[in-house]
């Protein structure tokens, strides 16, 4: 079993930044992809970003547009969201997602565990 705990959701206004954190525990692959995944209300989950373990390969969801980054600290087992000129449609609940391996997917199917959620809330 993995346990992923997300935190610093919150809200902003519009053209604010936040960071998201999502802290992986128990049985760990040696090497794992992360990615996030968020779903506003009435809506599929969707794609957002994710990266490979080393660091060196990102994939990032359209709608991104340069605004956010993916990072990763693998000394603290955790992954980052760099969030910045937020939108009012960036408003949903974010989720981490584990994948085992080192293989980079945006899909939904592709990740066996995933964190409870954090709200982002985006004020006009």
């Known amino acids: 079993q993995v346990q992923l705990v997300e935190s610093g959701g919150g809200l902003v206004q519009a053209g604010g930044s936040l960071r998201l954190s999502c802290a992986a525990s128990?049985?760990?692959?040696?090497?794992?992809?992360m990615g996030w995944f968020r779903q506003a209300l009435g809506k599929e989950r969707e794609f957002v970003a994710a990266?490979?373990?080393?660091?060196?390969?990102?994939r990032y969801a359209d709608f991104v547009k340069g605004r956010f980054t993916i990072s990763r600290d693998n000394a603290k087992n955790t992954v980052y969201l760099q969030m910045s000129s937020l939108e009012p449609e960036d408003t949903a609940v974010y989720y981490c997602?584990?994948?085992?391996?080192?293989?980079?997917?945006?899909?939904?199917?592709?990740?066996?565990?995933w964190g409870q959620g954090t709200q982002v809330t985006v004020s006009s």
């Open positions: 997602a584990y994948r085992g391996d080192i293989v980079v997917l945006t899909t939904t199917w592709g990740y066996a565990y």
């Open positions: 128990g049985r760990t692959s040696t090497r794992y992809t």
């Open positions: 990266i490979s373990w080393s660091g060196g390969g990102t």
